[in-house]
């Protein structure tokens, strides 16, 4: 049904464009009956004089939470408009001249307050500020028969918090509205990544609806340096930037006073996420403080990850065999620091546990760690036992699905560190749920915003959970070492350097000027420039468990006769034949062989570490008799011979050979 004439009226009456012109036409009627009253009283139009500066004086004083601009054009209306009701009450307010400079000025006051509306959204602002000002958007977006507003939105530079209450109980939630970002985001053409939802952790039905419109870490921050040049490793680690230009902060190790246990990294990111760059920053960070030490390994890409870092680092390794070597020797480590800190009290590592048992802190750093994985090495022990003995592990890869990271490991990373993702799935996997319902989307960035990523970790805030960061911007590899060479050098300490054994005192040791001086053990001392020599050093080494039975390459004889088999074996995991452990070297190889022919009976092309993996010291069918460590530089000895196995190229996969075949031919 149409409105009627006085409906129309009414409604153009209220209207907030219509109000300044009621003001206009208002003072007509207003000044008539003033001067009917008191046109002759001096008493009145002294009052009147002394209101109408008042008045306007209020004006000035009540609008000083607003914009200046605001401020002024309020105070100027409000002046002119009392005195014009004041003038024309003593004067005629039906004069010719009164009429005329009501019409012309007050129609002037009028019309620039509905220009001031019209503007008031700025339509070159950002659109996601606009929208929210202008018109409560996630109940445009979601239904207003669902959610509505429950207060004004907060407006800051690039920041609108606007507050909701969710109408229709029981059929909407937080979750649900956090999956409608992407349609939010499309309608007011923004990116998903300025969009988050912050529930109300007492009352389910409400929440926060948070919009940045405007990219503020497009242009990254530079490195300030250190943060705390030889401090300690309780003190937080900085590695960049929040949007709103807040530090990017973590810590490692536990701190009971304010409720944070230590805790285990995964650093997530694909190809060209910068998620090595990040993590360096933050083993920079580590290295700088005087109670940590830093173990390394990058299979992958040693030398380019680790190059700045060489001289500082506590152990590094560049290949696959020798991660493996450091991984065994962490487990006797973990036993070893636990044992010594249960002894003297100590519930968790502590700057007090360091200064009295000089035992530092240990971060290791496992790079590229889907390569160990796939090679069947096994990490589940060591994270769900190192953070008690004061001892953090950075599990890094560039996609945690349970194809390149046992699900068992994954959960006991308590803190991520995830950089731009390829796809959905793999942000589900990196991410806590919460994490993603907030809006947390890493997917967003992939590989085009290096250095932006989402922290989740222990005492770091909540709330900042769903915000994103971004890494310094890189630097040079000198700026790394200049710094880190100013550093503390600081001793694994006795209790770490005993349990970690002859692989640890064999290790490569890398200098820069001078010589690592904390080596408190025998060690091979190489230039960082000395490539070749390094690699060829370490793949020496690891072809030797020890100093009784070294297995040289020479000493593999294609055609000796291989020792009669001692036990009966079948390719089953859970066969427990035989439980010898400790074998020689000989009769460790001599079995090898002995499966080698069995794995071809049954059919195999190819086999690889992991496939002896159940069969090494620790597990129930311990049949080789050795570690693991010892069996992937033998198959690759194997595999240089030419004899029984052939190299792939797939890292740690070898094809079967037939070495009766050969002879025969």
């Known amino acids: 049904m149409a409105d009627t004439p006085k409906a129309v009226l009414l409604k153009a009456a209220v209207h907030p464009h219509g109000r300044p012109w009621l003001a206009v036409v208002g003072q ?3 000044t008539f009956l003033a001067n009917a009253a008191w046109a002759d009283n001096a008493a009145a139009a002294i009052g009147m004089t002394v209101a109408s500066g008042l008045l306007t004086a209020a004006t000035w004083w009540g609008a000083a939470g607003t914009s200046p601009a605001r401020r002024i054009h309020a105070t100027i209306t409000t002046g002119a408009a009392t005195a014009y009701l004041t003038t024309a009450t003593f004067a005629d307010p039906l004069g010719g001249t009164e009429l005329s400079v009501l019409v012309i000025g007050g129609a002037t006051l009028a019309a620039s307050w509905n220009i001031r509306k019209a503007m008031r959204i700025n339509p070159d602002a950002p659109a996601g500020e606009k929208a929210a000002i202008e018109t409560g958007l996630l109940a445009k977006s979601i239904g207003k028969a669902k959610l509505a507003l429950r207060g004004e939105p907060k407006v800051e530079p ?36 300025a969009i988050r939802i912050r529930g109300d952790a007492d009352d389910a039905s409400q929440g926060e609806s948070i919009f940045v419109p405007k990219d503020m870490l497009i242009d990254g921050a530079a490195w300030p340096g250190p943060s705390s040049m030889g401090g300690s490793i309780t003190e937080p680690i900085h590695i960049g930037i929040y949007e709103d230009g807040a530090p990017e902060v973590f810590w490692f190790p536990a701190d009971p006073k304010a409720g944070r246990n230590a805790t285990h990294f995964g650093a997530f990111g694909m190809n060209g996420s910068a998620k090595s760059t990040g993590m360096t920053f933050a083993i920079t960070e580590a290295l700088t403080r005087d109670d940590a030490i830093v173990w390394a390994t990058d299979p992958s890409k040693g030398m380019q990850t680790f190059k700045p870092l060489l001289p500082y680092l506590d152990w590094v390794e560049m290949t696959e065999a020798g991660g493996n070597a450091m991984i065994d020797a962490l487990s006797r480590v ?24 000089a035992m530092p802190y240990m971060v290791v750093w496992i790079e590229e760690a889907a390569r160990f994985f796939r090679n069947g090495t ?48 793999t942000a589900d996997m990196a991410l806590p749920d919460d994490v993603r319902d907030a809006g947390a989307r890493p997917e967003a960035w992939e590989n085009r915003r290096p250095g932006y990523n989402y922290l989740v970790a222990p ?7 769903a915000s994103p960061a971004r890494t310094w911007n890189p630097v040079p590899d000198e700026t790394i070492s200049d710094t880190l060479a100013q550093a503390p050098r600081t001793p694994a300490g006795p209790t770490t350097i005993n349990a970690a054994g002859e692989a640890y005192a064999n290790r490569a040791i890398y200098t820069s000027n001078e010589a690592l001086a904390s ?32 297995l040289q390459l020479d000493a593999i004889d294609a055609d000796q006769e291989i020792p009669p088999a001692t036990s009966t074996w079948k390719l089953n995991p859970n066969d427990s034949t035989d439980q010898g452990k400790d074998r020689s070297t000989e009769e460790a190889l001599a079995i090898l062989l002995e499966m080698l022919d069995e794995f071809r009976q049954a059919g195999r092309e190819t086999i690889g570490p992991k496939d002896f993996g159940p069969y090494t010291i620790g597990t129930r069918s311990p049949r080789v008799g050795r570690a ?31 070495p009766a075949m050969a002879d025969a031919a």
């Open 28 to 30: 007509v009627p207003a």
């Open 158 to 193: 690039n920041k609108v918090t606007a507050p909701y209450k969710i109408t229709a109980p029981g059929e909407l939630t937080n979750e649900e509205i956090s999956r409608r970002l992407q349609h939010i985001a499309t309608e007011l053409g923004i990116s998903p990544n």
């Open 334 to 357: 973990i036993t070893a620091r636990a044992d010594e800190l249960g002894r003297h009290g100590f519930k968790n590592w502590t700057r007090e546990a360091f200064e009295k048992l």
């Open 378 to 425: 096994e990490m589940e022990g060591l994270v769900m036992e190192a953070r008690s003995a004061g001892i953090s592990v950075i599990v890094s890869l560039q996609r945690p699905s349970a194809t390149s990271m046992p699900t068992d490991v994954r959960e006991q990373l308590g803190g991520v560190i995830c950089f731009g993702v390829k796809g959905s799935t």
């Open 459 to 465: 005492g770091v805030d909540e709330d900042r959970y």
């Open 519 to 550: 080596v408190a053990a025998p060690a091979t001392v190489r230039n960082a420039d000395q490539n070749d020599t390094v690699f060829e050093s370490q793949i020496a080494r690891e072809l030797m468990e020890d100093d009784e039975d070294d």
């Open 628 to 658: 693991r460590s010892w069996v992937s530089p033998t198959l690759g000895a194997l595999a240089d011979e030419g004899i029984h196995l052939a190299d792939t190229d797939q890292p740690g996969v070898y094809r079967l050979l037939y």
